[in-house]
């Protein structure tokens, strides 16, 4: 339905309704640039409070960082955090941009810099850590251990949850189909769960877009698993010949093991066998 008071939102879903989804994220990234954006002097004021989802007495502390999409925040993690609860901590690390009042990050130096030291003021510097990301959250917390780890800190592990490269959509044998599956993959979970979206949503997953362009990773001393969805969704083109495969995959040296679900259901109805591949990993570390 058209909503008068979100313009954006409308165009978008419209764009998305015949299919034209590479010119929908077009949009939306030249939409971001009518947004307001803080600098790396003020990246202490905007940066937002990490969130505790479990608690326990594990030695390994779990910080997880969300995707940047439309529908993305620390909610994505709740079901992880409730696996845990009693185990270890875990905790969340949001974004800014998504209430209308936020300002976005003015590059990608100043991003980094912000969730870097939110993580260095919540594990100080000798507690052993593991760090999440789902989906695009995978492309952050890989940058995130990169900084870590030039700045001296150590990182105990790095866990990938079915995260793409940011230049999938220009991959050869992608481009056609890997944009069209992800964004209607959440355009699906908008209708499914009657979710709530915005032009402010919209015009942050533009500007992140915008923030990682051209960024790639670099290897790491943190040994990575990379968890892949085992479940392709609607329109993934599935090559029997895996010549075109269309699981998640990582350009830096990892581990690989496949999880049940698609590439949102792994952190929905099938968080426990995703959490336990995430428990035994950390079991692993923890057991030197």
Request: hydrophobic content about 40%; charged content about 25%; aromatic content about 8%.
């Amino acid at each position: 339905m058209d909503d008068p008071r979100h313009p954006l939102s409308t165009l978008y879903r419209r764009l998305a309704a015949q299919g034209s989804f590479p010119e929908a994220s077009a949009l939306i990234g030249v939409a971001s640039h009518l947004r307001s954006r803080f600098g790396t002097e003020e990246r202490a004021e905007h940066a937002l409070k990490p969130i505790r989802l479990a608690g326990g007495d594990g030695e390994v502390a779990v910080v997880a960082f969300p995707a940047l999409s439309a529908i993305s925040g620390p909610h994505e993690y709740a079901r992880l955090g409730h696996a845990f609860q009693g185990e270890r901590d875990v905790f969340v690390v949001p974004s800014p941009g998504w209430d209308p009042s936020d300002r976005l990050p003015d590059d990608i130096d100043t991003y980094l810099a912000m969730h870097t030291e939110t993580v260095l003021e919540l594990v100080g510097e000798d507690r052993p850590f593991v760090i999440i990301g789902r989906s695009m959250g995978g492309c952050v917390a890989q940058a995130v251990t990169e900084r870590l780890e030039a700045r001296g800190r150590a990182v105990a592990g790095l866990v990938l949850v079915d995260s793409y490269p940011m230049d999938s959509a220009a991959r050869e044998g992608m481009g056609e189909w890997w944009l069209h599956s992800m964004l209607g993959g959440m355009i699906d979970r908008i209708e499914l769960y009657d979710m709530i979206w915005s032009d402010s949503s919209l015009t942050s997953m533009g500007g992140y877009n915008n923030v990682f362009a051209g960024w790639e990773p670099s290897p790491v001393t943190a040994p990575i698993l990379a968890l892949r969805a085992d479940t392709p969704l609607r329109g993934m083109v599935v090559d029997a010949t895996e010549r075109e495969d269309w699981r998640a995959y990582w350009p830096v040296p990892h581990e690989v093991l496949d999880i049940p679900g698609d590439h949102f259901t792994v952190l929905e109805q099938h968080t426990p066998t995703t959490a336990d591949a995430v428990r035994g990993w950390i079991d692993r570390i923890e057991q030197g």
